[in-house]
Structure formats: C-alpha cells, structure tokens
C-alpha cells in the first residue's frame, strides 16, 4: 500500500471534457513511489486521456495532480503551493531538483525536465532519422544544453561540455546494453524491428533520469518472447533506479505479474483501485471487461475458471 | 453612404473573382493536400486566353454581339484552361503522388515559374489592354449623388452565382462529388473501396481550372488589362480568402473571396491605396495563426 | 502522360513483347501532340500586340504551333522507343559511385577548388573576362551557397518550412544601406570606410532580430500553412520597402558605398589612397575588388558551414534535427520547442542577414526588386534540390542552379541562329522553372538525401539512407 504511505503522485478530481464528450469524469488515484502501477480498462475508457493530461499534453478540465520528488506528497503543502498561484516549489529553482510540482499547471516539455516525468506513446515516437545513439543522446538533451552553456561555451568546444557528453554516452552505453541493442547502436531508429522500437522508447525515455515513467501500452505488438523481455526491463528499472512505473495495458498477463498496483477506468470513472489480486477478483472490474451484468458475473466467473 | 455602396459593389466585383480562383485552392488542398501554387498562374493564363480569344472573334471572325462573343470566349476559355490544369497536374504533381512531401509544393512552385515566363516569352512583358468592352453603366440614385453598377460589374455577380450554384449541384449531387468528397477523408480507403482517386484528382484540377478561367475572363474584363506577371498577387489573395473561409470548404471559398475583395476595396478607399496588398498579407497571416481553420473549416486536434 | 500508355517499360526479368508496339506509341504520340496543340491554342499561336492607333490585335503565329506539336510528337514518340528498347550504350553502364573514402574527401576538394578558383578564372580568360567570371560566377553562386547554407538550418535541420527568408537578406541589406549611407556619414563620418564591417554584426543581429519577431507568431503553425505565412510576411517587408518611401526611397532604391579593404577604397575618384597604391600588386582595381568580394563571401559563407557543422553536434542541433523527426517526442523530453524553433529561426536568419549586408556592400545599390518571391523559392528550391540537411548537396545545387541560370545568360551565340531579336537571357526563368519540376520527379529527395549522424559508437557512423529521414511538420 506504498500509493497510501508514500504516493509520489496524487491526481484529485480530474475532469477532461472535450466539447461535449467527457472523457474523465472526477477521477482520483494515487501512484506510490517505488510502485508499478497500472492504469487498465476497456477501449474508450480514457486511460491515454489521463496519460496525456499527466504529462501535460492536455490541459485537464479541472482537477489537480500534484508530484512531489524526495518526499511524499503532503496535501497541506500541495494546497499551501496552490494557493501561491505559483507552479512548482523545488530547491533553489534548479532544473532537475526535488520539489512539489502542480502538474496540471505546468507545460508538457516542463513537466518533462523539472518534475521529470517520461512518457512514450502508444504509437511508437521515435526520431526515426536518426540513430538509435542518437535517439538516447537527444534524451538527455537539459543536461547537456545547460553544460553547452546554452550552446555559446559548446560552439568553442569547452572541456565541460566534452565532459557532459561523456557521461551522456556513458548513460547512453548503460540503456543500449540494457536493452541489447549495442550492436545497433549507429543504425537509424526506423530501421529497427518493432519490439526493438518499443524498448528503444523506454530506453530514450529513462536516459532523460525520470521519477515517473508513464507507458502507454508497452506490450502492445509484441511476441510473447518480446513481451517476457519487457517485463524484464521494467523490473529492472524499478528495482534498480529510483524511478516509479505508471503503465497503461491490455495484456493482463503482464499487468497482473508486474503490477503493484492497478486502477480500473470505465468511461472516464474509476471503479476500481487496488493490489493486482483485489482488482482481479472484483465483480466491477469482471463486468466491465466481458460486458455483463454485476448479478450474472458469478455464472461467468465459474465458466472462466476464475 | 454613396460612396460607401459603391466601394460595396466594387468590392463585392473584386471579391467574386477571388472567391472563383479561391475555389481551385480549396478543392486542391482538401483532396490532395498541397497548395497549388501555380493555380494563379493559370488563373493569370486563362486571362491572356480569353483575351485573344475575344480579339480573335471580334476583330477577325466577325462576331458583332458581344454578348455571343463573350459566351464562346467563356466556354472556350474553360475547356482550354481545364486543360492546362489538368495537363499540370499530370506532369508536375502526379508523379509525385506518395513521396517527399516537400516535392509537390518544389514542384508546384516550379512550374509557377514556368507559366510566368512561359507567357512573358510568348506574348512579350508589357502590360496588353484589352478592347473595352460592355461600359455602360446603371446609376441608381441614392442619398445627394448616386451610385454606379457597370454591366460588367453586373455580368461578373451573375456568372458568378450561377457558376456557384451548377457546381454546389455537382460536388453535393453527383457521383463525381461524392468521390472527391471521399477522397478527402481518405484517399487510400477511397482507392481500396473502388473510387478511381486519380480520375477524382484530375477532376478537381479540371473544375479547378475552368472556374479560374471564369475569374481570368472576369478580371480581363474589369481592369481592361492584364499581364504575365498579374498571377501571383490575385493569387495569393484567392488562396488567403480560401484560408479565411476554412480550407476545404466550398462556401468558405466564396465568403472568404468576397471578405477579401470587400477588405481590399475598403482599405484603398478609406486608408492607403499603397498599402493595400500589405492588409490582405497581413490578414493571411493573423487568420492562419489565430484562427487556422477559417470561417467554416473543421478544426485541427493536434493527436499525440 | 495517357492512361493508354504506349510502350511497356522492359522490367528487368518480365517477359519482353516481341517487338516495338509501334501503334501504340504513335497513339500515345498523337494524343500528347493533340494537347500540345490545345495548349498552344491560342497563347502560343497568336502574339497580342499594338497596331499603329495603339489598339491591341492579334498576329498568328502557325509555324511556331508546329513546330511544338512536332517536336512533342517526336519527343514522346522517341521517348517511348528508348523506354522500350533501353538507352544506346553510348554512355559507359556503370554508375558513378564515389567510394567511401573519397566521398569524405569531397568537401575538402572542394575547398581547394574555390580557394583556387578565382587565380585560376584570371589565368584563363585575362584580366577582362577574369572579373565576370569572378563577380558574377564566383561571387554570385557563393552568396547563394550562404543563403541556401543559412535557410539549410530552418528549413533542412529544424524542418521548419520558410517561403520568407528573403525578408532576412532584405533586412540585411537595408540595414547595411542605411547605415552605411545615411547614419554613419551624420554621425561618425570617420567611420565611412570601415563601413561594411562595422554593419556587418549590426545587420546579422538585426535580421536574427526579425527572425524572432516573425518566428513568434507562426510557431503553432504547420505544413504548408507555416509556408504560407512567412510568404505572407516576405511579402510585406517587401512591399513596406516599397511604400516607406521616406526611409527606404522605394523603388528607385538606396546608392550604397562599395566594400573597403577594411578601410582601404579599390578605386577612388576623390584621390584617396586606394588598395592598389598601398600594395603595388598585378591587375586592375576592377578584379582586386572582384578577388577581395569573392574572399569574403568566401569566408562568410565557410562560417556558416563551420557553425553549422558544429551546431548539428551540440545539444541545440541535435534537437533542431529531433524536432524535424517528431516534435511532441522532443516535448516529452523536456525540450522547450518554443525556444528550438526561435533559435533556429535566429540563425539562420542571421546568416541570411550577413549575405545581405554583403550583397549590399557589394552592389552598391539596393531596392526591392532583389527581394521578391522568386529569390525564397531560388534559395529553398536549392536546399530541396541539395537535400535537405547536406552541406555538400546544398552547395553542389547552389552551384549548378545559379551557375546554370547564369550560364543561359551567356547564350548570346543563339543570336546568331535566331536572328537579333532572339534574347536567350529570357528563357531562364523557363528553364529554371521546368528544371524544378523535372529535378523533383528525378530525385525528390534531392541529390544527397542521406543524413549523417552527429554521433556515433565505434566512432565511424554510416550514414542513414533518406527513406527514414523525416522531412519535419514545416
């Protein structure tokens, strides 16, 4: 129950209306630092919505979404912060720092760097001209501009840059062997076959050294093999970074193997929210998913062999 | 009041033959999604076309109606210049169906290039006046002076909404609308459902053409002069009025070309004659910044 | 061109028919001739022209509709029997590849060949032909190697479509005319020979200025709309150098003073020192001033390329090239895009400021007349032709575009064929215009398409083949 003690995320009364269409409806959850979390839900159900408002490429209706990095995120604090009208409070005002940040105030590209949110996208976003190096370099692009000093000090070559991109090959290096694709490395990212492409995106979205890593649908696409190598990788980052997983996914052998924590969508309401086994077994969820009354789900749970 | 009504009716003049060159745009970039740059040009052609047609017939053929002359000038000049559009589109666009997407517009702005020399080695670079034609006017009293309606001012506003009205019939009525209506949507799905997209394609270039022809007649016509180098400004109006009407849509077109024709008068009367074509850029590009999907066009989601 | 296309092309392993469809072609043939004579009717088979009492009539012009029509037919008709049967192995079969190694060296030929260029043009023609060749080869070709190299970084790198960029070469150039010419003379008149240098910065930072001002408005803008509005604004600064008669002398333009040697005049009528009394060296004024113009755009232009080079490895370039690839990727990475497309914007309008200034310098005089479309669609259809992101593609392009344009203005033997009357300087345009298309049905990707990494792993990237290059929203 981390999402309880230690949320690093809060989202509170989410609302997206898109004209006329509510696509979230008043949704709360919690993610809890150090957590796989999976958002699941029928088609439709507004799970990429959410993602979306998260990582600030929708501004949500109404609603809150607070992050804090280094500490729980404290409501009192959120509201103290809320109430400044300012965006975010971390130290010093550096980029990168701990602090409480109001997402749903903050453009996307900010949420990216200061509160340090990753995404991917459901349909593969690489930059597909450019290699699969080239890819993790861009990644880590906020590092590297600050010690280019805003390109001026990088133009004339200075030793601190070259430093900086040192350690950006350094961490480049790191994600390549992680996801085997060392041997790749020089070849444009388009090249690559699909699976590759999916780790490839998770891969350029930790070079960016995120707190939060929100996939959407990771699995989608891949072979079972590819699928067994994906679950990997995400253990791997979150037994070994310090960087909390909120996914989005239909394969539920993945979510229910991985997943320390799963919120059901069902038209833009959330209904349900738990560990793995408490969502598996509740009758909402079971309705929802094979399209059944709430009274007949026992007659369907006894044909599925639940 | 006076002069107001009749900066009106000029403007309203001016505006249908944006609003018949703005059609071409639109139609253009709703199918295949490029501007057609050299629409102008061949808007600029159709004019030199309908002009020695129209010397042609009168000084040579022995036509004396002018009314007849002007008919067979407008038939005429729509078949040939369907035919330079269509021609264009074979040879400078279609080969490049599905590639760089960069290539048409290259491509489009070449053969804009083109056009305009091709006309000012032909037919020399000096400005040709036309024999003026139809100059009676009508003069309505109103107010202390009166205001003045030419007959060609009356000609331009009745050709126009005729033309208007058979081609909303064909795109909303016949089987030829349907496709290029559905190619819009989807060019691939219409292909796969069994729609000769290329056959569309070159369709709306051909009606595209020919209505243009219409405004080069027009334009012949109205300023009694023209000249290789009168494409590239009407155009670019014609394409902000489609812009400003929402591209891809027909009445839009029309509405836009009359907004601008209106803008275009008003500004010369009460401002600056000089600064004219400055206010119609200027209005180009706040529309596209501030309101890119025009009057009627159907808003654009950015999808992530 | 017809849909019953005469002829079918041999595939190689297809079965080939036995022999030439002959009566294909020569429908496939009479059906181009028969438009080719609807095209021609009436623009090209009659000429307007005024009669004595300076009414406008009509001559006919038959020969020349025949002419057309036959040649088309011919043209067509052959075109076919070559498709069919395979070019004549006239030309040796095999393709001209560079090998690796010497494709690396191709730049550094090609330096060699410009440093060289202008001693090797006074070496064969003389000091009379050496300075057109000079001036308006050299120094011509090499201001739009600088201007396509600036748009390169816009339009090529950061995928950000830009029909406007001559507005910055104006901006450039006026800011270099009215400097030069009216503000230092009322203010520093000391400073007048030092002119073109001190307007050089002033006219970079004032363009890379206006970059800003008109990147701002059209930053949410895409595709063919981002195209047409900074037309939209080439236009206007254009026409407001026309109208603001007070400032700019509108049409009849600014008398600029020439470029110095940093101080020095090439030739003076007032008596002042010039170059050729402080450095007693061989040739006219006229092509020391030619060499001197030809060094620096030399220069100018090699720093572009240098500051190109290097930007695409910094962290500002490798996003330009992302945001060509997938701009809402580069957002979720935290890459402010407002800024990446405003630097990029600055830059290279920068560059095309420098060439402005230059080009004023140069001239001597500047109006509106040398800031109009056709100069934006010269520059981007270089890029386009070069390969969008190619130093190398850009400058070949630069060189066969604006070498070839000027070429056709030395085609004066044709007058010799076609009588005086004939100018072939007026067919250029026509050219130019064709060639554009026919280069993008070629090679849409233009000649060099394929993109090199800014980085690599085992420090020897390959590069990556144009087919997964994105052309940017822009």
Redesign the interface.
């Known amino acids: 129950m981390r999402w309880v003690r230690d949320p690093l995320l809060v989202v509170e009364g989410l609302t997206m209306r898109f004209g006329g269409l509510t696509a979230v409806r008043d949704l709360s959850f919690s993610v809890g630092r150090g957590d796989i979390t999976a958002l699941i839900g029928p088609n439709g159900a507004g799970k990429t919505t959410v993602f979306n408002c998260i990582t600030g490429f929708y501004k949500p209706t109404s609603g809150l979404m607070a992050l804090s990095t280094g500490g729980p995120v404290r409501l009192d604090e959120v509201a103290a912060l809320a109430s400044t009208g300012h965006r975010y409070k971390c130290v010093d005002d550096q980029i990168g720092a701990d602090g409480v940040f109001l997402l749903e105030r903050m453009p996307d590209f900010e949420i990216a760097r200061r509160a340090r949110v990753a995404r991917t996208f459901q349909n593969i976003r690489l930059f597909s001209g450019m290699t699969v190096l080239e890819n993790l370099i861009v990644a880590q692009h906020t590092p590297l501009m600050r010690a280019s000093g805003w390109t001026i000090k990088g133009l004339f070559g200075a030793p601190q840059y070259r430093q900086a991109e040192a350690a950006a090959m350094k961490r480049a290096r790191y994600w390549l062997e992680h996801i085997e694709l060392t041997h790749r490395a020089d070849d444009a990212a388009g090249s690559l076959p699909y699976g590759d492409q999916r780790r490839l995106e998770i891969a350029r979205a930790m070079c960016t050294d995120p707190v939060l890593l929100c996939l959407d649908e990771p699995a989608a696409g891949l072979n079972p093999r590819e699928s067994l190598e994906l679950n990997t990788l995400l253990r791997t980052i979150r037994d070994h970074h310090a960087t909390s997983i909120l996914l989005i996914e239909h394969d539920m052998s993945v979510v229910m193997e991985i997943s320390d924590h799963v919120v059901v969508l069902e038209y833009g309401l959330r209904i349900s929210d738990g560990t793995p086994e408490s969502v598996r077994n509740d009758p909402k969820v079971i309705a929802a998913y094979l399209g059944v009354d709430d009274d007949e789900v026992a007659q369907v749970e006894a044909e599925v062999g639940l | 009041m006076e002069y107001f009504v009749q900066q009106l009716i000029n403007g309203l003049t001016l505006g249908s033959i944006y609003g018949l060159i703005a059609i071409g745009y639109t139609m253009v970039f709703g199918i295949i999604g490029m501007v057609n740059f050299a629409h102008g040009d061949v808007f600029m052609i159709s004019a030199f076309i309908a002009l020695i047609l129209l010397i042609l017939l009168t000084q040579f053929l022995g036509v004396t109606s002018i009314g007849l002359a002007l008919l067979i000038v407008l038939v005429a000049g729509m078949f040939l210049t369907a035919l330079w559009s269509w021609v264009i589109e074979r040879i400078a666009y279609r080969p490049l169906a599905g590639s760089f997407r960069l290539a048409p517009l290259i491509s489009a702005i070449g053969m804009a290039i083109f056009l305009l020399n091709f006309v000012q080695v032909t037919q020399g670079p000096r400005n040709k006046a036309s024999p003026s034609i139809l100059n009676n006017v009508m003069t309505i009293p109103m107010g202390n002076g009166s205001v003045t309606i030419s007959e060609r001012q009356a000609l331009i506003f009745i050709v126009t909404a005729i033309l208007l009205l058979a081609f909303w019939a064909i795109v909303q009525k016949t089987k030829l609308g349907r496709a290029q209506r559905a190619c819009e949507q989807d060019r691939r799905m219409a292909a796969l459902l069994g729609i000769n997209v290329d056959r569309t394609i070159s369709l709306t270039f051909v009606i595209g053409g020919a209505l243009a022809s219409v405004a080069g007649l027009m334009f012949m016509s109205y300023y009694g002069v023209v000249s290789f180098s009168d494409g590239f400004t009407p155009g670019v109006k014609a394409f902000t009025a489609a812009v400003l009407g929402g591209i891809g849509s027909l009445p839009g077109a029309v509405i836009g070309g009359l907004l601008i024709g209106l803008i275009e008068t008003m500004w010369s009367a009460y401002f600056s004659i000089d600064y004219k074509d400055v206010a119609a850029f200027s209005i180009l590009a706040i529309v596209l910044i501030f309101m890119p999907s025009g009057l009627l066009g159907r808003p654009d989601v950015e999808k992530v | 061109?017809d849909t019953t296309d005469g002829g079918t092309p041999v595939s190689d392993g297809a079965l080939p028919s036995p022999r030439f469809p002959i009566e294909d072609a020569l429908r496939s043939a009479g059906l181009w001739a028969l438009?080719t004579l609807?095209?021609c009717?009436?623009?090209?088979a009659?000429?307007?022209l005024?009669d004595f009492s300076n009414?406008?009539?009509?001559e006919a012009r038959p020969l020349l509709v025949l002419f057309a029509v036959a040649a088309v037919f011919a043209g067509r008709l052959g075109w076919l029997a070559v498709r069919y049967h395979g070019l004549p192995q006239l030309l040796p079969a095999t393709r001209f590849e560079l090998t690796p190694e010497r494709k690396k060296q191709l730049p550094r030929i090609g330096l060699a060949a410009l440093l060289i260029f202008p001693f090797f043009a006074l070496l064969l023609t003389g000091q009379g032909g050496a300075v057109k060749w000079i001036d308006n080869f050299g120094v011509q070709i090499l201001i739009y190697v600088m201007l396509a190299w600036g748009l390169n970084i816009v339009v090529g790198l950061a995928g950000l479509?830009d029909l406007g960029y001559v507005a910055f070469y104006a901006v450039g150039a006026y800011a270099y005319a009215l400097i030069a010419t009216y503000v230092i003379p009322a203010t520093v008149p000391g400073l007048g020979p030092w002119a073109f240098w001190i307007c050089l910065p002033i006219a970079g930072i004032l363009a890379a200025f206006w970059g800003i001002l008109l990147g701002f408005?059209?930053l949410?803008?895409r595709?063919?709309?981002l195209?047409?509005?900074t037309?939209?604004?080439g236009?206007?600064i254009r026409?407001?150098l026309i109208?603001w008669v007070e400032v700019t002398n509108g049409n009849a333009g600014i008398r600029t003073p020439y470029i110095t040697f940093f101080g020095l005049p090439f030739s003076s009528r007032t008596g002042e020192t010039t170059f050729g009394d402080v450095f007693a060296l061989p040739g006219s004024p006229a092509v020391h001033r030619s060499m001197f113009l030809y060094y620096t755009i030399l220069a100018l232009a090699l720093l572009v390329a240098v500051?190109t080079q290097?930007?695409r490895r910094?962290?500002?370039g490798?996003?330009w090239?992302?945001m060509?690839?997938?701009e809402?990727?580069?957002?979720?990475?935290?890459?402010?895009?407002v800024n990446t497309k405003l630097?990029a914007f600055a830059i290279g309008a920068m560059f095309g400021g420098l060439a402005g200034a230059f080009f004023g310098a140069r001239q001597g005089f500047v109006n509106p007349r040398s800031f109009e479309?056709?100069e934006s669609?010269t520059i981007?259809?270089i890029v386009?032709?070069g390969g969008?992101g190619s130093l190398v593609g850009v400058a070949i392009a630069a060189v066969a575009v604006i070498g070839g344009i000027e070429l056709l203005r030395e085609l004066s033997f044709l007058k010799q064929i076609f009588g005086p009357e004939f100018d072939p300087g007026?067919?250029r345009?026509?050219i130019?215009?064709?060639?554009?298309?026919l280069?993008?049905?070629w090679r849409?990707?233009g000649l060099v398409g394929a993109?090199q990494?800014?980085?690599?792993?085992?420090g020897n990237?390959?590069a990556?083949?144009a087919?997964?290059?994105?052309?940017g929203h822009g």
């Open positions: 061109m438009v609807g095209l009717f009436p623009i090209v009659f000429e307007t005024q009414r406008l009539t009509i479509l408005p059209v949410r803008l595709g063919d709309y195209a047409i509005v037309l939209a604004f236009e206007i026409l407001v109208n500051a290097r930007l910094l962290p500002i490798r996003a090239e992302a060509r690839e997938d809402i990727a580069c957002r979720s990475l935290g890459i402010n895009t630097t479309f056709m669609a981007l259809a386009v032709l969008m007026q067919y345009m026509l130019f215009g064709l060639a554009m298309v280069m993008m049905i849409p990707r993109r990494p800014t980085i690599a792993l085992d990237a390959k990556i083949s087919s997964h290059v994105k052309e």
